[in-house]
């Protein structure tokens, strides 16, 4: 559509995954643990970054516009464990990461394990070494 033409012109030159993190995304699938995308995410954008590929290697990539929940309900959290087929009692095996403390105490709350990163200030190294003490990163 001419809206998803001109979305994409003006997210495009600020708009793309960080190499850096991508990267550890990957080091963890190689340890054999899956990556999952849990976004508060408008339709448009997520159509973006499908079209871009910023999503490949991540399931499921569950986009709040698409579910009808966001973050912090706790119904877009038990989506995620549900579409990852993790029983809702198993929730510890899972790892959540946010900038967003509030986001963060909801999916602790239906039982993730939650890690704080923000990508905009902290550094890359802030994330691998919080990563390896939840022990997803060696």
């Given amino acids: 559509s001419s809206f998803d033409r001109l979305f994409a012109q003006f997210y495009y030159p600020v708009l793309f995954p960080r190499p850096d993190v991508l990267d550890v995304a990957s080091r963890i699938r190689d340890n054999h643990i899956g990556?999952?995308?849990?976004?508060?995410?408008?339709?448009?954008?997520?159509r973006f970054c499908r079209g871009e590929d910023y999503f490949d290697g991540f399931y499921p990539v569950i986009v709040s516009s698409e579910v009808g929940h966001m973050k912090p309900e706790e119904e877009i959290y038990t989506t995620a464990l549900q579409r990852a087929g993790i029983p809702k009692e198993q929730a510890a095996t899972a790892l959540f990461v946010d900038n967003n403390?509030?986001?963060?105490?909801?999916?602790a709350s239906v039982g993730f394990q939650t890690v704080l990163y923000d990508n905009r200030k902290d550094p890359i190294a802030t994330l691998e070494n919080r990563l390896r003490d939840a022990g997803v990163l060696t």
């Avoid at 990556?35 to 997520?46: D, E, H, Q, R, V």
């Avoid at 403390?101 to 999916?107: C, M, P, R, V």
């Fill in 101 to 107: 403390s509030e986001y963060l105490a909801a999916a």
């Fill in 35 to 46: 990556t999952g995308i849990l976004s508060n995410m408008i339709t448009p954008l997520a």
